[in-house]
């Protein structure tokens, strides 16, 4: 498999295996301006990547006198590194460029955060949520923050007569369906095998108004069936879960029409 070290094997996954987990940050320092990712039109097959990464770095070096350094990427062909953001920025704009290899093929950069995998979710509820018997050991803005990143982003929080018997904060929440009923805070052993320890939080979302109800995203919904939403050479589905999937929409569909029949 691409970006892999040597050989690998992935591990199956049990049927209930989480599809996706959801960690929500705030703006971090911009320290990697000058990276970009390499686009080739029509897509490559991974074996062809490092190949073609090294005619691009050939290629801008040689047309634009821009050295890079670069990697081979799950996005694109590759990951590479200009000398600066301003040279970066300039061979975008001027883009696509051809290839050596053929007419056909055509590369183009966009920016490290713009790729492929990006999307602009929407963040439907601003919100205090206030969570009980949150560990006293644990209040502290590092975990606090990282119990609320599963659902939203802290705007506040409210303590002003330091009450460790709550924790109340106001949050841009995600979606409401994202905030559990409990929070389970786990604290890992400190040696294999050994018991961890964990304590229950109860969750309440509070004086929720929505904040822009026009706004829409574009963000993916998961597969059915509890499918990988990033399978390797293969379709989401196998044939066993595909054939139940269709059996459910074909159910689904009759009763609909059951439903609206005169």
């Known amino acids: 498999m691409a970006n892999f070290p040597g050989p690998a094997t992935i591990e199956p996954s ?52 821009a050295p890079i350094t670069g990697r081979v990427y799950s996005i694109g062909v590759g990951l590479v590194r200009f000398e600066s953001s301003a040279i970066r920025d300039h061979l975008i704009e001027i883009g696509p460029h ?30 205090w949520v206030l969570m009980l018997n949150f560990p006293l050991d644990y209040q502290t803005n590092y975990y606090v923050n990282k119990a609320v990143s599963l659902f939203g982003k802290i705007e506040l929080w409210h303590n002003p007569r330091m009450d460790m018997t709550k924790v109340l904060v106001k949050v841009l929440i995600k979606s409401l369906r994202l905030v ?3 929070l389970v805070v786990t604290r890992a052993a400190n040696i294999f095998g050994m018991l961890g320890r964990s304590w229950s939080v109860p969750v309440f979302v509070l004086h929720g108004r929505t904040v822009n109800p026009e706004v829409v995203g574009n963000e993916d919904l998961v597969p059915p069936m509890n499918a990988s939403p990033h399978p390797y050479s293969l379709p989401y589905l196998n044939l066993a879960q595909q054939h139940e999937h269709d059996m459910q929409m074909w159910q689904q569909q009759n009763a609909d029409a059951a439903w609206e029949a005169p």
């Open 180 to 182: 559990p009923f409990s």
């Open 98 to 127: 051809t290839m050596d290899r053929d007419e056909i093929h055509l590369f183009s950069m966009i920016r490290h955060d713009e790729g492929l995998n990006m999307r602009s979710p929407v963040f439907e509820r601003e919100a």
């Open 14 to 65: 049990p049927e209930d295996h989480l599809q996706r987990s959801l960690m929500i940050v705030g703006d971090p320092p911009l320290q990697h301006e000058e990276y970009a990712i390499i686009v080739v039109i029509p897509e490559l097959e991974d074996i062809d990547k490092e190949e073609a990464l090294a005619e691009v770095c050939t290629i801008l070096n040689r047309d634009h006198n």
